[in-house]
């Protein structure tokens, strides 16, 4: 339980100090912390994994289905539209989060407060909810009209997919909005002193000089939704669109394999919700290379003590 | 309060006015700065130096008076014996004819040395980044900071930062370059070089006008210099006026207190 690391003792290299007492101290090992309430703790989580582990594996559930259905046809065609869903939906979402920013951030008052009215709505009702109202859209509007140009039928027009975007987008984009607005309004007005000095038109002021700014504290708030939105697209499944959570219903409807299709599927959004926080890194990276804003994310933090131990290691041994 | 300036006027202040919710922080301001003049305003902070800066550009609106840069009136056009305030788009390219400097030099962060002198050009003189890029590196080479066109602000010094600032305006062609305390921010070992920068461009013929502390400065280079307090011009002279018979006594004051300080930190 004692944990015994132990530092090579010091010697006194200069001569000229001569005190009995110092050089006897600096003689004498080191020996750090013990910490025994980690290890303790680190114990008990332990046990406390195998047993829930061991309840699972002794459990009623048939793991070799679970294995067998992770690469089904109908799984992996559900885990393509998932996919789909989020990157559509992250995508067109952070562009409505960054038109309403800016109109939220216009002087102009109208524009302000519509933006303002539109993170009110769609971030105070549940995405469910939004889901459902565009999905039945048809029963408000049985047919879509752009007059004397073109016309059709609601029902063929916004399908369970482009019911789902629609939905999605505009929720993820009342809160991405939030998250520029803080981003924009964080850029050093000196910036953009600088930039109006120098003649330097609105646009390009948006597009060269605060977003590239605001990006670095962007990134992790986008990823974050990316995530969200990976297991928010599971709510489709309600509107009778197939993608990840409605293909594994589909499947245990019919065989009653529901606990293993669950798990299947759970594995799915694991790997996929870990491949954007990858993603998410490697943006964070690529937008802070400048070292605009100094963040230290927890990966280069977890890096960076790794390597410190490292360089430790060797120079004491 | 007329003087006497041989030069065409390049920028002419008349009767400028601005307050900032009932402070009145000019209070009716005229000046005119003859081309190829370098014009020192100093006086004691809170004097309204910097709005009066930020007025000539517009960075800051006047709430009276006319700024006029070679001939042109900033911000507005006459129509029918009125002012008519311009459109963004031409404020901007009015914007372009006067170059600035500032105290906390506001380089792009994200952008390098060159990049940094290079955008604007790049974005509204429809230079290709060919054309843009040799420019910018031969605007950086006048500030002598062609050596490190690929270094980003936080990997330069403030000095260097400031003469990268005073490229990034000179690569604009401006016929006016402004210049808020640009040497206040910086370590004093660094302040010699961004002024000799400045001196460099006074000998070249560039229309200045300088905020500064820098009473030497002023003395060497200054065509004019202008003592404001209070939101008003005090007194304008040569330097040797300013400095060796000012004909009121707050001026006077200033500039022994700031020369006892000088004393004291050099
Ligand atoms: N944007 C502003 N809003 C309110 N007050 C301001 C603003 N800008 C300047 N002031 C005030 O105007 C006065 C003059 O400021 P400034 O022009 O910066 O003086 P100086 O540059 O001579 O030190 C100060 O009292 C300052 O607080
Ligand atoms: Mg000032």
């Known amino acids: 339980m004692t944990s015994t690391a132990h530092a090579s003792p010091g010697e006194i290299a200069d001569p000229s100090i001569r005190s009995a007492r110092l050089a006897r101290l600096a003689s004498l090992p080191l020996k750090k912390h013990a910490h025994p309430w980690r290890w303790l703790s680190g114990a008990f989580i332990i046990a406390a994994l195998v047993f829930v582990v061991r309840a699972f594996a002794r459990g009623d559930i048939e793991w070799s289905e679970v294995a067998a259905y992770l690469f089904d046809d109908r799984i992996l065609e559900g885990l393509g539209q998932t996919v789909q869903l989020a990157v559509i939906c992250t995508l067109l979402g952070t562009a409505i989060g960054i038109g309403v920013a800016v109109m939220r951030l216009s002087r102009n008052p109208v524009a302000s407060s519509v933006a303002w009215f539109y993170v009110w709505i769609f971030r105070g009702t549940p995405d469910l909810l939004q889901l459902l109202l565009w999905f039945n859209l048809a029963l408000v509007f049985p047919t879509l009209t752009i007059p004397g140009v073109w016309e059709a039928r609601t029902i063929d027009v916004v399908t369970p997919f482009v019911a789902a975007v629609i939905a999605l987008s505009i929720s993820a984009g009342a809160y991405i909005a939030e998250n520029v607005r803080g981003a924009i309004a964080a850029v050093d007005h000196g910036q953009l002193e600088a930039a109006s000095a120098l003649g330097l038109p609105k646009r390009s002021t948006f597009r060269k000089i605060v977003m590239p700014q605001a990006m670095p504290s962007l990134i992790p708030a986008i990823g974050n939704h990316a995530i969200i939105l990976l297991k928010l697209s599971s709510l489709a499944s309600v509107i009778s669109y197939t993608e990840l959570m409605g293909s594994a219903q589909e499947i245990y409807y019919v065989n009653a394999r529901v606990v293993e299709l669950l798990f299947t599927i759970a594995i799915w959004y694991l790997v996929a919700t870990s491949l954007a926080g990858v993603l998410q890194y490697y943006l964070e990276k690529w937008y802070g290379r400048s070292n605009v804003v100094t963040r230290t994310n927890s990966l280069d933090r977890a890096t960076a003590r790794v390597l410190n131990r490292l360089r430790s290691g060797t120079k004491g041994a | ?266």
């Open chain 2, 1 to 266: 309060m007329s003087t006497a300036t041989s030069a065409q006027p390049m920028v002419q202040l008349g009767g400028i006015r601005k307050s900032f919710h009932h402070l009145d922080v000019l209070k009716g301001v005229d000046i005119e700065v003859g081309n190829g003049q370098t014009i020192c305003i100093i006086g004691p902070s809170g004097s309204g130096k910097s709005t009066l800066l930020r007025c000539i550009n517009h960075l800051e609106l006047p709430d009276a008076g006319v700024v006029v840069v070679d001939g042109e009136v900033m911000g507005y056009t006459e129509k029918k014996g009125r002012l008519v305030a311009v459109r963004a788009k031409d404020i901007d390219r009015q914007r372009r004819t006067v170059g600035m400097v500032f105290q906390r030099f506001n380089l792009f962060p994200h952008l390098t040395a060159l990049e940094n002198v290079a955008l604007t050009p790049r974005q509204v003189l429809g230079l290709s980044r060919k054309e843009a890029n040799a420019l910018a590196e031969e605007q950086l080479a006048r500030v002598d900071m062609l050596s490190r066109k690929d270094a980003y602000a936080r990997q330069l010094s403030g000095g260097q930062q400031q003469r990268v600032a005073i490229a990034r305006a000179l690569a604009m062609k401006p016929k006016v370059i402004l210049f808020d305390e640009p040497t206040s921010a910086l370590d004093p070992e660094l302040v010699g070089e961004v002024l000799q920068v400045m001196k460099d461009l006074a000998a070249e013929g560039m229309t200045m006008v300088v905020v500064t502390h820098e009473m030497q400065f002023a003395r060497e280079c200054a065509s004019e210099v202008v003592f404001m307090d209070g939101g008003r011009v005090v007194e304008q002279g040569s330097p040797d006026e300013i400095f060796g018979s000012p004909r009121h006594e707050r001026t006077r004051a200033f500039i022994s207190r700031v020369a006892h300080e000088t004393a004291a930190s050099g």
